[in-house]
């Protein structure tokens, strides 16, 4: 795989790691959540059983209460602790839903950065492929080029070489011309000489 694959495979991994720990980092304050709730849940029903297998002491109860005006010191702290740990925890589950719903929009964004990615890869390795093509199409055609030009050289050699034969030709035949005149002019020359004694 190229360098650039790797690059961005490793930061789309971290992120996911990242959004990972982000969502296990309020696993304990939904388990601590469900856990009162399901406290509370036994609670009440415990208290409605009690209700209704002892009316007359229930009412009672309530009445001398009502009576007093006070209730239990113990038991009312217990109550305002228990609302206040329900209302801290709801808040937390709120702020723990608009987290979610942020890891899931920021999942939603990885995911189609992802696409992108793979993408713009796939679009690179054809223009990789396409370069590579043709680099190897210049180096047929500076091959030709080449061989082109050497085919070029030596047919000049050739001709000169040639052309040096023809002048050599030229020469050896104008030196035989000239030679042939002047035996043919030593001849006429020895044929009047003749005649003439």
Known sequence: ???????????????????????????????????LARQLH?????DAKDANSSPTATTTTT????????STPTSGATVVGVT????????????????????????????Q?????QQTESEREKLSRRVKQLEE???????GRKMAQ???VAQEIEVNLVYKQVEELRRDNKELVERWMELKREEAE???EAMGM
């Open 190 to 192: 020895r044929m009047n």
């Open 137 to 143: 199409e210049l180096k047929i055609s500076e091959r």
């Open 1 to 35: 795989m190229s360098t650039a694959a790797t690059a961005w495979s490793v930061t789309f991994l971290k992120d996911l790691e990242t959004r990972d720990r982000r969502e296990k980092s309020y696993d304990d304050i939904i388990s601590a959540y469900g856990a």
């Open 84 to 111: 206040d740990d329900l209302t801290r925890l709801r808040l937390d589950f709120t702020l723990a839903q608009q987290q979610q719903s942020l890891l899931v929009t920021e999942n939603r964004s990885l995911k």
């Open 113 to 117: 950065r992802l696409v992108s990615l």
């Open 150 to 152: 050497d085919e070029q």
């Open 42 to 46: 036994s609670k009440d029903a415990r």
């Open 63 to 70: 009445t001398a209460t009502r009576v007093s005006g006070a």
